[in-house]
């Protein structure tokens, strides 16, 4: 009932930017939190960024200053903006939204296919 497609990954240099896209579609009543996760090899999938529908954020400690959430509520699409790319930014990153599919329901959590970020000279 609801899809996240994820658009905008790929290969970029050390010192570089990349803007991810993640739109939600479907049918359903509202979508609460949306984010970006990602996962590295060998690693667990870890919180990126977050961003309420009242814009509130959140950002790990690690990407900081760098990295910027945003949302289009009308387009029911969530962007990370990265900024100053390392090479420890490599990773598969997964757009993630909360969404009420029906308004007596509790919401629940939906992920996207995920798409590579690849920071590498």
């Known amino acids: 009932q609801v899809q996240l497609e994820e658009s905008g990954g790929g290969l970029v240099q050390p010192g570089g930017s990349l803007r991810l896209s993640c739109a939600a579609s479907?049918?359903?009543?509202?979508?609460?939190?949306m984010g970006w996760y990602r996962q590295a090899p060998g690693n667990q999938r870890e919180s990126v960024a977050t961003i309420g529908s009242g814009g509130n954020t959140n950002y790990a400690d690690s990407v900081k200053g760098r990295f910027t959430v945003s949302r289009d509520n009308a387009q029911n699409t969530v962007y990370l903006q990265m900024n100053s790319l390392k090479p420890e930014d490599t990773a598969v990153y997964y757009c993630?939204?909360?969404?009420?599919?029906?308004?007596?329901?509790?919401?629940?959590?939906?992920w996207g296919q995920g798409t590579q970020v690849t920071v590498s000279s």
């Open positions: 993630t939204a909360n969404v009420h599919v029906r308004s007596w329901q509790r919401p629940g959590d939906y």
């Open positions: 479907g049918r359903f009543y509202r979508i609460n939190d």
